[in-house]
């Protein structure tokens, strides 16, 4: 099973408005990511966890804040967001085994920012 | 942020035909993996390579992991409409506890009948 999962799927929401992208998977994997991606282009690294703690910040403004509650699950807050960071939210998560790690995935939440 | 090389950036092709794409990196990776991702969805993994010259398959899909470990490429055999969508390519480094991708820019694959 390699299985990431993410809710919304999609999500409309003001420049003042606080929301929350959630991702969840239960593969034991100790390491989860937040991938940013716009149309035609490949994803862009924004934040990773390991063993839910943060442990990469690609110099990502502040309206963005993730969080990781336990080792199962990666919330991303979203408050006072620019039209221009309407994009694909993408979730993977990896396990390490033997120095090989593989990312895995989610099916990401289409965000609009009106 | 960093993106490889990745070539050709788009191909129209028929059904049946063969299909190469390829990576190239000015840096070593550890690992290269495929990924091909449809319109609004996440990226799926196709093939990981872990050592340098290992050449790998899975069905009609076959990588390899260039020698220098700056390079990688993709084969489809026998393509067919499924195959449609966007094929990335990625090298991996593994730092402390977590690993980092690079992506490829994207290969943009049609197939016709």
């Known amino acids: 099973d390699t299985e990431v999962t993410q809710t919304p799927k999609h999500l409309v929401m003001g420049m003042t408005n606080k929301k929350s992208l959630k991702c969840e998977q239960h593969?034991?994997?100790?390491?989860m990511y937040w991938y940013k991606q716009k149309a035609k282009k490949p994803p862009e690294l924004m934040f990773v966890?390991?063993?839910?703690?943060?442990?990469i910040n690609e110099s990502v403004p502040s309206r963005f804040s993730p969080e990781c509650p336990n080792s199962s699950l990666l919330n991303l807050h979203l408050h006072a967001l620019q039209p221009e960071d309407s994009a694909l939210y993408l979730c993977?998560?990896?396990?390490?085994?033997?120095?090989?790690?593989?990312?895995?995935f989610g099916p990401g939440t289409r965000l609009l920012v009106l | 942020g960093q993106q490889l090389n990745q070539s050709p950036q788009s191909m129209f092709i028929q059904e049946g035909e063969d299909v190469s794409m390829n990576c190239t990196s000015s840096s070593i990776f550890n690992t290269w993996l495929w990924y091909k991702q449809d319109p609004g969805e996440g990226p799926v993994l196709l093939i990981a390579?872990?050592?340098?010259?290992e050449l790998t398959s899975n069905g009609r899909l076959t990588a390899q992991f260039g020698i220098t470990r700056k390079d990688s490429f993709l084969n489809i055999s026998a393509s067919i409409p499924s195959d449609v969508g966007i094929y990335f390519c990625a090298g991996q480094l593994i730092t402390g506890t977590a690993s980092k991708l690079t992506f490829g820019t994207g290969t943009r694959l049609q197939v016709t009948l």
């Open positions: 993977a998560s990896s396990r390490r085994e033997r120095m090989r790690e593989t990312q895995y």
């Open positions: 390579l872990y050592k340098a010259g």
């Open positions: 966890y390991s063993y839910e703690k943060l442990s």
């Open positions: 593969m034991g994997h100790r390491a």
